[in-house]
C-alpha cells in the first residue's frame, strides 16, 4: 500500500503562483510514476501532469502547458506541482495518484485532494 498526503491548495488571484505537494509513505520503492489530476464542480476528473520516478520523464495537459511544472525529490518521497499564470478555470480540488506499472494506464493510489481556487 502507498499513503499520498497533498498539501499547498489555497485561494489565489489570477496570474498569481501556488506550489502543490504530495508526500508519499508506505510501500513507495514500487512507484514508477507520479501524476497530478483536478476535479472541477460538476466536471469529471481530468490528467494534469506526471512524472516517472527513476527518470523524470515528464507529460503535461495541453490546458497547462507552460504554466506548471511537475517535479519530484526521491530522497523525501515527494512530488511538487508548480502552478504559475493559474487561471480562474484552474479552480478545481486537485489529486496526487501514484502508478505501479509501466505497462497500466490505471493509477493505483490516490490522495484526499487539496482545493485550489482562483479569483478574477
Known amino acids: 500500500q502507498v499513503q499520498l498526503v497533498e498539501s499547498g491548495g489555497g485561494l489565489v488571484q489570477a496570474g498569481g503562483s501556488l506550489r502543490l505537494s504530495c508526500a508519499a509513505s508506505g510501500r513507495t520503492r514500487s512507484t514508477y510514476a507520479m501524476g497530478w489530476f483536478r476535479q472541477a464542480p460538476g466536471k469529471e476528473r481530468e490528467f494534469v501532469a506526471s512524472i516517472t520516478w527513476n527518470q523524470g520523464f515528464t507529460g503535461y495537459a495541453d490546458s497547462v502547458k507552460g504554466r506548471f511544472t511537475i517535479s519530484r525529490d526521491n530522497a523525501k518521497n515527494t512530488a511538487y506541482l508548480q502552478m504559475n499564470g493559474l487561471k480562474p478555470e484552474d479552480t478545481a480540488v486537485y489529486y496526487c495518484?501514484?502508478?505501479?506499472?509501466?505497462?497500466?494506464?490505471?493509477?493505483?493510489?490516490w490522495g484526499q485532494g487539496t482545493q485550489v481556487t482562483v479569483s478574477s
Open positions: 495518484a501514484s502508478r505501479s506499472s509501466p505497462l497500466s494506464a490505471s493509477w493505483d493510489y
